[in-house]
């Protein structure tokens, strides 16, 4: 969704922010970092970009008063969109309000980059972008260079991994109004309560209702809805569940548009069990204030991303797995009397 072969980078400047519940302060550069090395830009080009590559939820800046001038970070960056001249003194501001943002104990303290880049594409089109990433895990590095006819090797510490960016956003200088295009990279750590500082405090984002999220969303919900809440309604087997997850996964995969009326038809079939499900995707809509329409296009790049977690494998103790792929009539349970155990039977042409 996001890719940049023919971004470059603008302006750059860095500032360390610490956690203010350690007793941390931040550090602030009196003016944008100056690339001397040619090398250098490229590869803060790969670092801070090539992440989004993968990146296929599309947010925007929110807030919970639904009065966007008090996001800081939309301030922030519109008041760059209009005035470039301004943008290390929002960098500035930006490095402030993610101090203020650093308040559980267990967040890491390290640097903030804030990058001005042309021409970073989403979606189709060609748009300025500000970028703003953290460091925060830093690693050990062995050089290795000739020495006197031979070797010598040296190390440097606490340095950073091109190829593994902490935390990152971009923020492209369109649909203003609705608080920006914005993809988000965070790869969290110090646990879940740390974790939700950067979209939801430093950032505030709300993600895009868009065909990729409405698609993973009804896939998520009726994958729920097989997993958890049909054994209250109905008498399921392991089987029976795994067939109608892979019923679900192959309606996806065929169809370019979701019907819920169509998919309730070929994927439930049971009406007691369609109304079950129509209620239980109405309670989660609910529950999480997202809709999910009876109608939308299926996102393909959503599908094969849910298909990584729609497990079609049915374990029996520790002995048995058995992989479920097509008809599930080819398949039986049953209990034999004399081991007191149950049992399938399993119905095959040929081995592979």
Known sequence: MVTFFEASLDTISVHHV??????????LSPQPLELKDDVIGPLLLQYFLKPFEKANEVYHLMHSSDDLALNEIHHFTTDVFDDKTKFHEASEQIAKHLYA???????????LYVVYFNKV????????????????????????????????????????????????????????????????????????????YWKDEFLQLKIRNDSFNQTSNALGVYKNFVTNKLDEEFEMTKADKIDLLNRSMKYFKEKETFDIDEFAEEVISNPEAIESFKNFKSSYEEEFDTRINDTFEIS???VKKQAKVYKSILKLDKNFHIYIHGNKDLIERGFDDGKAMNYYKVFFNQEA
């Open 300 to 302: 393909d790049n959503a």
């Open 121 to 196: 594409q989403i979606e189709g089109e060609l748009l300025d972008a500000i970028g703003i990433f953290k460091s925060e895990n830093k690693e050990t590095y062995l050089k290795v260079y000739p020495d006197q006819g031979g070797f010598s090797v040296d190390y440097e510490q606490d340095a950073i991994n091109i190829n593994k960016l902490d935390k990152g956003v971009l923020i492209f200088n369109v649909e203003k109004e609705n608080g920006y295009k914005v993809v988000v990279v965070d790869k969290a750590t110090g646990g879940q309560d740390a974790a939700v």
């Open 101 to 111: 943002s650093s308040t559980h104990p267990n967040i890491k303290g390290g640097e």
């Open 18 to 27: 610490g956690n203010q519940s350690q007793g941390e302060m931040y550090a």
